[in-house]
């Protein structure tokens, strides 16, 4: 059925860098290689201009994306020592809702000398969080009309998404609204820039514009009525500034085009997927092809995704998408916005040297951090809450606490929010019986693993591939590609792991009561801090 | 009236060593000595003995004290360049309630070989938290039996105080309780060794009975029927084991006998005051005769001492004794468990060198702290609440906050603590209308002073003296010997600030709005955790 000398690439965009990863066909990885971006991320001022930013801006340089794709693809071609001939699909997985402003041939606004010093030219990080007036006015007016797409994301759209972002170019920037031709998600920007073609034939996924935008298969985007009710102005945004057709990841968005071939040391015309969203990628990267199986990629932030056969509304579920992670299941996300980001954070703020110092600590420090009752809630709380402005806290504190209790109730913490998220999707009737970890973090920090198992209760398999998203990108990219015959098929071949390759760490019975209390007690600060925040 | 050559010496006895401080009686500092105690804290094991102590345990060694004071005494005279003809009076102020049983001659049992290596027959110091049983069945009875003296508690006997450490040996070592003839503060069983004497007219100090013994001059102590009711042996306590004569502090206790005058290099004779709990030292020693001055005595933890014409029973105030200060006044004390304490902890919290360092920074961030809040309950609450498993938190927090943020956020919190002291005072009847602050804080940490002036919206005056207990103990001393009319004249020639001397930190009213609203968040986060602690 294929042939393992078959070669796939997966791009795996982050906030700092991407990593290309190079993959047979039987799922071994022959190569990988991880460039930063040149401008990282820009939160300061505006690269070539004296111009400060304001502190909730996080923006990024569209050009760092292609050098550092095409040079992380040099060298992993390099370090996996075959030849650009076998590699014949390629798949991107992107952060999300990253996006810009281009002209209709592409160009993004930023690079235009006109809007080169207007920072809402530029393309909006995720974590960009300028558009908090705008996310207010579109979730009201929601709500007043009773909007049927808000049942879909739990009844709230949220400050990091693509309608509140183009809306706030639209209201605090209007001439850079007005100069754009086209608004996209950076995913989008990035696979049309490999296959060419014109802005009427974009490839936009479904999986951004499902998780992202509003969009479903049944209604499309949200309709004119609503959108002029959010501001006159917006009324045709759809049809003015998001030309493009929709194709779902896993299907082929193009060919390579000559100049990016040759930029990318590749073959002319490889196949190339529709974009995912990188935590979305994280599903097929980890082997989870079968309903019920919550994927945890766990990161700076963590998204918890999970397929299910059930189609059900789960309040303060940020998404559920139809054929959003992979066709023939509805796929949920749910979310922590703060996780190895909380994590370093603490570090910094004990002044301890590394987290090993710091776990070693904690893990000699009983369930419950000796009254220390942390919630995490350091970069507002995604699921279920939605909330952006929310902020975390540490109570129960006394002389004797010492860096490592603070640590160890802030890992507590953070798995006592992914308690908090599986039963709402149990009691919404979803079930979840299955965990996988993948992301950096389970890699790093057994100790979280542990104590996630021991507050869930349920046992946790970390999946063996140090790069998940990377892997879930280049599965699309054989799917691109023709290889295989359906995604199940390609995941059983590539991602799910070979025996005795995943560790699996088992829930300690012993700590279930004090963990039990600890989380009504997460629950009732948590009812504090929502209410007096 | 007075003779500037005259010279008294205060005694300020500390948790880690005492100070000796000579002055003139026009209030001229001469000469100063601080020597550590030998044995400093016990807390891990006994002297010369292998046993180890319980967590809650800290005890003192009574040989420290004399020998500690003695040493200070002779290298003050040095440093003086005085004769010791020229010392007319001693006063002493003691931590409290530091407490410990004696043989009738005053013998410490802890130093018979029958009980050294009884940990109950040594010393207990102030913070000792071993009687937490007793002091709750303390509570539970004078509350069933609707005890008169709750009210001049605010409603509650403290954990630190002198019948529950008496109550713990009864019940965990009921042979040292029997062994014992006398039981009696620390700084009373001092004056008793300097001035001899035989048990039945062993001083005892007002001011320690009554804001540690529950007595009154009215009512006595607590009555035989309640102690009973207590616990059937404990009936006759008072009777038995606390003989001695109440001697308001100010008044002579007696003179140095031979001994003691050969051992501190003292005229024997010299006039000796009953003791002072050594806050309450910090009234006279800051200048406040008048009534409605809030004296804040600012160390390790934080003791609020005011005078006032109007007797009150202000809920959740830790004690009002008429004539326990300064003669002719109610006084007022209250307290918070946690200042510098906290300060230093947090500093050690975040591995920052110094405080000097924070506080630079702090000073830089807005009042509010950027959205932090903290409830500065790390060591219990003192006042009001008097509660000392109460337990400390951080909320508003981001992950763009930085040390900083928390120091700055916790000064504000021990200011905010403070604010809802002086509300229920000014609430219960009781004015307040001028601030002094004293003890060693406010001399190396004037940002503390100016965010408690802005919180407060009241100027603080900084008293110039770094050793405020021991000038009002030396006043004291004076008043014994009869050199001064009354308590104000003393006052006024030795410790009102020469003019210029003091510096004034005035309130910025700019910030008013924030602090307001800042106080109402503090009390509901405190509200949360005392409902769920």
């Known amino acids: 059925m294929c042939d393992a000398s078959q070669v796939v690439l997966g791009l795996d965009f982050g906030t700092e860098s991407v990593r290309a990863l190079l993959v047979d066909v039987s799922g071994n990885e022959l190569g990988s290689a991880v460039v930063p971006f040149a401008h990282g991320q820009i939160v300061d001022r505006l690269p070539n201009c004296d111009r400060s930013l304001p502190p909730a801006y996080a923006l990024q340089h569209p050009s760092d994306w292609i050098e550092a794709a095409a040079k992380a693809t040099v060298l992993a071609i390099r370090s996996a020592k075959i030849e650009a001939n076998a590699i014949v699909g390629i798949g991107v997985d992107f952060t999300s809702c990253t996006m810009l402003p281009t002209k209709a041939d592409g160009t993004p606004l930023c690079l235009l000398s006109d809007f080169a010093d207007e920072p809402l030219a530029w393309p909006k990080l995720w974590k ?3 558009a908090q ?28 998404w693509f309608f509140p972002k183009m809306l706030e170019t639209l209201e605090c920037a209007p001439k850079v609204y007005q100069a754009a031709d086209v608004w996209l998600e950076a995913g989008d920007w990035f696979v049309w820039q490999l296959v060419g073609g014109r802005a009427i034939s974009l490839p936009r996924s ?30 045709s945004v759809v049809k003015d500034k998001m030309p493009g057709q929709l194709i779902p990841p896993g299907k082929t968005a193009g060919g390579l085009v000559p100049a990016m071939a040759k930029r990318f040391g590749l073959r002319e015309g490889t196949s190339v997927s529709a974009a995912i969203i990188d935590a979305h990628a994280g599903v097929p990267g980890a ?23 059930k189609e059900r509304n789960v309040p303060g579920v940020a998404g559920v998408v139809k054929d959003g992670i992979l066709p023939g299941f509805y796929g949920y996300e749910t979310g922590q916005a703060a996780v190895g980001d909380a994590f370093d954070w603490l570090r910094k703020m004990t002044g301890a040297v590394n987290l090993k110092q710091l776990s070693a600590e904690a893990a000699g420090i009983a369930p419950g951090s000796d009254g220390v009752l942390c919630v995490d809630w350091f970069n507002g709380c995604r699921t279920p809450l ?11 504190l006394a002389l004797h606490h010492r860096p490592a209790h603070l640590y160890r109730s802030l890992l507590e913490a953070s798995a006592l929010g992914l308690r908090w ?16 970890a993948t992301g950096g973090l389970p890699h790093h920090n057994p100790l979280v693993v542990q104590v996630y198992a021991d507050v869930l209760g349920e ?6 591939s140090k790069h998940g998203p990377a892997l879930g990108a280049a599965i699309l990219g054989a799917l691109a590609s023709g290889v295989f015959s359906s995604p199940a098929a390609a995941i059983r071949a590539m991602s799910v792991p070979k025996p005795g390759t995943a560790e699996l760490y088992k829930p300690n019975r012993k700590s279930r009561k004090v963990y039990n209390n600890l989380y009504a007690d997460y629950r009732k600060l948590g009812d504090h801090l929502k209410s007096h925040r």
Chains 1, 2 share one sequence.
């Not at 007043?144 to 949220?158: D, V």
């Not at 046992?459 to 063996?464: A, D, F, G, K, R």
């Open 128 to 130: 960009h969080h300028g």
């Open 133 to 160: 007036k705008q996310t207010d006015r579109i979730n009201e007016v929601a709500r007043a009309r009773n909007e049927s797409f808000l049942n879909r994301y739990g009844g709230a759209i949220g400050l990091e």
């Open 206 to 235: 479904t999986c951004q514009a499902g998780y992202k935008g509003m969009w479903n298969a049944t209604d499309g985007y949200p309709s004119e009525a609503y959108l002029k009710a959010v501001n006159p102005k917006f009324a």
């Open 287 to 309: 082997g989870a092809s079968a309903p019920g199986t919550l994927v945890m990629v766990m990161g700076t932030s963590s998204c918890h995704m999970l397929n299910s056969t």
């Open 386 to 396: 939605m909330d952006g402005k929310l902020r975390g806290a540490f109570a129960g």
């Open 421 to 436: 998220i599986i039963e709402l999707l149990r009691e919404g009737g979803v079930p979840v019986n299955k965990f996988i």
């Open 459 to 464: 046992s946790i398999m970390v999946h063996p």
